[in-house]
């Protein structure tokens, strides 16, 4: 785009040293990019305030204390599952609950083989009611 | 926990410190971009656990003293030769005084304390434990465990697939930290994402540079605001161990470093780290980091036909190596710009094919048709665009009333910005419509993650925006004095056969 103005020659008005095309263009440039910046600014800043209320519900009390709750369940049973199965233990894991049957599975590895199948597994795992780990305990049994 | 963090991130970032020098240099990209070379380091590391044997300690050593060595190499090589002078005089494009490169570490740090709060809840998200802690336990075992955990069906929910960086980096912390220390790796993801962000965060704030003291402020604040957009798209899950955060922001970061900022090899290189980092995240993660690595080969060896057909025209006078080479070489850099950052990603799905890996989306047909999937899928991600809107109008008007600006910058067309996102979220459209999981089941489970790409690229173009229209509105008036006045894109025009 090359566009080259020769505004005196036509007689507009060049009060302020501008010719007045240039100074509405100007204007409207100078608007159009102020509403970019509003509304850039409002849509990072309304972000911004969502994530913050994030931080605040992930942090509140409640939510703190139900993920070290979590926590030290983990951790308990990953101690539980390697002081009461020998290394290399076949298990197979037999937990009703989708959600502690896969994190059995998840604290199982590096130390027990779960199997797919009873037919090949030594033992037979699950998570129980219980005391021992914060509200639950690991039940080992022969398969 | 928050010692132990400290150390596996230093563990992370000191081997990936040399090479993070010599791709960042003097820009406050240095800091961020480091841990994610180390975590990338560890990934290579994972990917040879599994193809060699030995474990993984050994061969992080092994992989992070030969990346060094080659660093110090290179840049012995480089200091006797004029290139050292080639790469001091292109690569600028966040070079900026000591002052200003504190001063974004700090903001951009500072930004991200807010959501690194939410670590202190110790949250820990279904898919950390299902998949990125269980991979983690694995690769700490050493190459027999991590072999046949990965084979072993009861672990084929577990996307064995998957590529080795978030577990790589959380074996990594099982070893400084002590093996029962699960939340550690989480930790260390969360980090991780947030050392992606804080590349894109300074790839944004250095679009100011270049502009008056003021516009730099705002384009640091935007850059401050665009990381905590990141961590507020993802919501709970940029906290709790997935690692869906992680690659979004690489891809993201790449895409600003590659695709937006002025071309040099200051930003091409940390535009490769970051899709290197993508594509050693996720599956989604490589696709994106392709389709983003592709229009970077595009962006620097531009399709230019006149070339192909002076080029033409001198091989039908008699010279046929001339029609070749010229042509052949382009080509040959451009599969290079994309191969050598994709390779580790590349490297790590085709040995996951080699030993009978495959992810749990693609087992079998789905019964449910082509284009009820396609409604389903289309409903359920513009549910989480909502940003897109108000994106495309801030593009319209910014192309509309401040393009020369934005030319002026040498900045990137923002097509490049456009089409990457477009593509990538066409093949993440793709895999729901052709994917076998029942389709309603899997979006609730996962579309809220896998569309956090999507949205931090748009609150990223927004970002770019308001840095070029504030920039416009404080900066110097583009017409000569005098009455007559004349506008020229002449110097953008020429930005931008190479930008």
Not at chain 1, 101 to 124: H, K
Not at chain 2, 230 to 258: E, K, N, P, Q, T
Request: aromatic share 6%.
């Amino acid at each position: 785009m090359n566009v080259a103005c020769t505004v005196r020659a036509n007689g507009e008005d060049t009060s302020g040293g501008w010719p007045a095309t240039t100074r509405r263009r100007q204007l409207g440039r100078r608007i159009g990019a102020a509403l970019i910046v509003g509304a850039a600014a409002t849509a990072l800043g309304l972000s911004v305030h969502h994530g913050v209320q994030v931080t605040a519900a992930a942090v509140a009390p409640a939510s703190i204390a139900e993920w070290t709750t979590f926590d030290s369940q983990q951790a308990c049973l990953y101690r539980a599952i390697r002081s009461e199965l020998p290394k290399g233990a076949r298990v197979y894991i037999a937990d009703p609950d989708h959600f502690d049957a896969q994190r059995l599975a998840e604290l199982s590895t590096q130390w027990a083989v779960p199997q797919p199948g009873l037919a090949t597994s030594q033992w037979v795992i699950s998570v129980d009611r219980g005391h021992a780990c914060s509200g639950i305990s690991l039940r080992v049994r022969g398969a | 926990m928050s010692d132990s963090l400290l150390v596996v991130i230093a563990g992370l970032g000191l081997p990936g410190l040399l090479p993070a020098l010599a791709v960042a240099r003097r820009s406050p990209a240095l800091v961020f971009v480091a841990p994610l070379i180390g975590a990338g380091l560890a990934a290579i590391a994972a990917g040879l656990e599994l193809a060699v044997g030995g474990s993984l300690l050994p061969w992080y050593a092994g992989v992070a003293i030969t990346v060094n060595v080659a660093t110090l190499i290179f840049w012995l090589v480089a200091r006797r030769s004029a290139r050292l002078q080639a790469l001091k005089g292109t690569g600028s494009a966040a070079g900026s005084s000591l002052t200003w490169s504190m001063l974004t570490v700090v903001v951009v740090l500072g930004a991200m304390v807010a959501p690194l709060t939410g670590l202190r809840a110790g949250i820990t998200g279904y898919d950390t434990t299902a998949i990125w802690l269980t991979h983690a336990l694995m690769v700490a075992g050493g190459h027999h465990v991590l072999l046949s955990g990965l084979q072993n069906p009861v672990y084929l929910s577990s996307n064995p697939d998957y590529p080795p960086l978030v577990p790589a980096a959380g074996a990594l912390a099982f070893a400084l930290a002590g093996q029962g220390h699960l939340h550690v790796a989480v930790g260390v993801t969360v980090l991780l994402s947030a050392c992606a962000l804080g590349v894109g965060g300074v790839g944004v704030a250095a679009i100011g540079i270049g502009g008056r003291p003021v516009t730099r402020v705002v384009a640091l604040a935007a850059g401050a605001a665009q990381c905590l957009a990141g961590f507020a798209v993802a919501g709970i899950y940029g906290i709790d161990g997935h690692a869906d955060l992680l690659w979004s922001a690489a891809a993201a970061a790449a895409i600003v470093w590659g695709l937006v900022l002025p071309q040099s090899t200051q930003a091409l290189g940390l535009a490769w780290v970051c899709a290197a980092v993508a594509g050693l995240t996720k599956n989604e993660g490589l696709t994106t980091a392709l389709v983003v690595l592709v229009l970077i080969a595009i962006r620097y060896r531009p399709l230019t036909l006149p070339r192909l057909r002076r080029t033409g025209l001198r091989a039908s006078q008699g010279s046929l190596s001339m029609l070749a080479w010229p042509g052949l070489r382009l080509w040959a850099e451009r599969a290079a710009f994309v191969a050598v950052p994709a390779l580790p990603g590349l490297a790590w799905a085709g040995l996951a094919r080699h030993i009978g890996l495959h992810d749990a989306f693609f087992r079998s047909r789905s019964t449910q048709s082509v284009p009820y999937r396609a409604a389903a899928t289309m409903s359920s991600m513009a549910a989480h665009l909502t940003i897109a809107p108000l994106a495309i109008a801030v593009l319209v008007a910014g192309c509309c009333l401040v393009r020369h600006d934005r030319d002026g910058g040498r900045l990137g067309n923002p097509a490049w910005l456009w089409a990457a996102g477009l593509l990538a979220t066409a093949i993440l459209f793709a895999t729901y419509v052709f994917g076998s999981p029942e389709i309603h089941w899997w979006l609730h489970t996962s579309v809220l993650r896998t569309t956090i790409f999507p949205q931090l690229l748009l609150y990223t173009d927004v970002a770019a925006w308001l840095v070029i229209a504030f920039g416009a509105l404080t900066g110097p008036v583009p017409i000569p004095p005098g009455g007559a006045w004349h506008v020229t894109d002449a110097a953008p025009v020429t930005a931008r056969a190479g930008g």
